[in-house]
């Protein structure tokens, strides 16, 4: 789903189990047309259609936004420990494989 974060830029999150996740990417809006909307997503920067731009241009079309709830913001992840020598993080299970002084 897309939601305003500004006049300028929507975000992308998703919804599961009650607990709305935001994605680490954006849909920049420069004009009124289709063409000027452009998604930061992977499959947007390697030049392909996404879904979210998709999306995002149905929510202009029909002003229909969700709305961010505050109170179910889901938590980031606590950081996990990094090791020291390969930089992969520890809890990683193919850290066991690829890092010599595990």
């Not at 996404?50 to 889901?74: D, F, G, M, N, S």
Request: net charge positive; aromatic share 6%.
């Amino acid at each position: 789903m897309v939601f305003r974060q500004d006049a300028a830029t929507l975000g992308v999150a998703t919804v599961a189990a009650g607990t709305w996740t935001e994605k680490p990417y954006h849909i920049s809006v420069t004009g009124e047309r289709p063409q000027d909307c452009h998604c930061d997503c992977m499959a947007a920067r390697n030049g392909r259609p996404c879904k979210h731009l998709a999306t995002a241009l149905l929510a202009r079309k029909y002003h229909v936004y969700a709305r961010r709830p505050e109170a179910q913001l889901a938590a980031p992840k606590p950081a996990s420990p990094v090791c020291s020598h390969c930089g992969m993080e520890i809890d990683n299970p193919m850290h066991e494989v690829f890092c010599s002084f595990a």
